[in-house]
């Protein structure tokens, strides 16, 4: 006999119940519910239920919006800069905790393996007597010396001296690399470039590693390259401010600059961060990695934002590997408009 089914005509055996419809098409009756002349047959009644001559049956399932098999999960790989490589390409600070001990356990939660120190003179020691290298395990850690807070060439370059000999005696692995901050003024906390180009120069001379803050002026961002510098950090705005990423269109620029003939340069978004989704949105933009204390530090709850960031880090890096969606100005359906009832 012939009945429509799914708006098809169908020859199908006679006579025949619904629960002997489903057997001939090798369906599972708890995967599909099914109509007869738009009246709905409950499960229980599928044995009992005939199917005549002209019958119009739907036969229905759940499917997924979209189509077509998932793609391959994405192996997030490694960041490498110069000689270094890591699993994890979220990079932290140790500064504006209330306790070393919350430090301690914040970096723990981050997941990092790097952890950026500033070298200093003064406080060696809390007002208990610890230091700070009692709660950092050079041994767990890559450390990665800055020169924070100097705002010369000069200064920055004694400074970055000063931290490959203190590395050097703990037998850690950063005693060949920095980072290198030269500020123009204490206001703004903006880098001074021509004092970092210069200061590049000299170190990457000298057989430094050099991550260099800057701006994200792409053309600054090109010629600290050309000096050897091993990584570009571009800030996502001013350090400590906790705006996010300003300026996505000038990040974009450097990684296309950075990156055209040189795929695996290494370019981390370094200042600014207030929130797991401005580490997410680095990623997403494709940079490699984010360097961030105060996001964790001043959060109130430091040790629950450590856990974001670590997170958003993967999430960002995944996205970015899977390719977003483009944007569109009408809707979409996510659900096939084939199969539709009626």
């Known amino acids: ?11 199908v055996p006679a006579p025949i119940t619904v629960a002997g419809l489903l057997r001939e098409l090798k369906l599972r009756p708890e995967h599909v519910a099914v109509e007869i002349n738009s009246g709905l047959v409950t499960r229980s009644r599928h044995d009992e239920t005939p199917i005549v001559p002209g019958d119009i049956l739907e036969v229905v399932t759940l499917v ?24 994890s390409r979220l990079l932290v600070g140790t500064g504006k905790y209330t306790t070393l001990e919350l430090m301690r356990d914040c970096l723990d939660a981050s997941g990092a393996e790097v952890v950026t120190v500033a070298v200093r003179r003064e406080r060696l020691f809390d007002r208990e007597g610890r230091s700070l290298l009692d709660f950092l395990d050079p041994k767990r850690y890559t450390i990665l010396p800055n020169t924070a807070g100097c705002f010369s060439a000069e200064e920055a370059l004694r400074t970055a001296r000063l931290g490959r000999e203190l590395l050097s005696g703990l037998e850690n692995p950063g005693a060949d690399w920095v980072k290198l901050e030269v500020l123009a003024d204490t206001k ?6 021509v004092a970092t180009l210069e200061a590049t120069r000299v170190l990457v001379a000298e057989g430094f590693q050099v991550l260099c803050y800057t701006s994200d002026d792409p053309i600054m961002a090109r010629r600290l390259k050309a000096a ?3 990584s570009v950090m571009p800030a996502g705005s001013p ?7 300003l300026n996505p269109n000038n990040l974009r620029i450097i990684l ?3 990156k055209g003939d040189d795929p695996d340069y290494p370019v981390i978004v370094d200042a600014g961060v207030g929130t797991a989704s401005d580490v997410t949105l680095a ?14 530090a001043g959060a109130k709850d430091p040790l629950r934002m450590a856990h974001a960031m670590r997170l958003a880090i993967e999430a960002g ?10 944007k569109k100005l009408y809707a979409t359906a996510s659900s096939p408009t084939e199969g539709t009832i009626g």
């Open 1 to 11: 006999m012939i009945i429509t089914l799914n708006g098809e005509q169908r020859e």
């Open 64 to 87: 997924g919006g979209g189509g077509g098999p998932p793609p391959p999960a994405l192996d997030p790989g490694t960041l490498t800069i110069g000689s270094h490589t890591f699993q």
């Open 188 to 193: 703004t906390l903006l880098p001074d470039p």
């Open 228 to 230: 050897g510098a091993a």
């Open 239 to 245: 350090i400590g401010s906790g705006q996010g990423i």
């Open 256 to 258: 296309e600059d950075l």
């Open 283 to 296: 990623m997403e933009l494709g940079c490699d990695g984010v360097l961030l204390n105060t996001g964790i």
């Open 317 to 326: 890096r995944l996205a970015a590997g899977a390719g977003r969606i483009p």
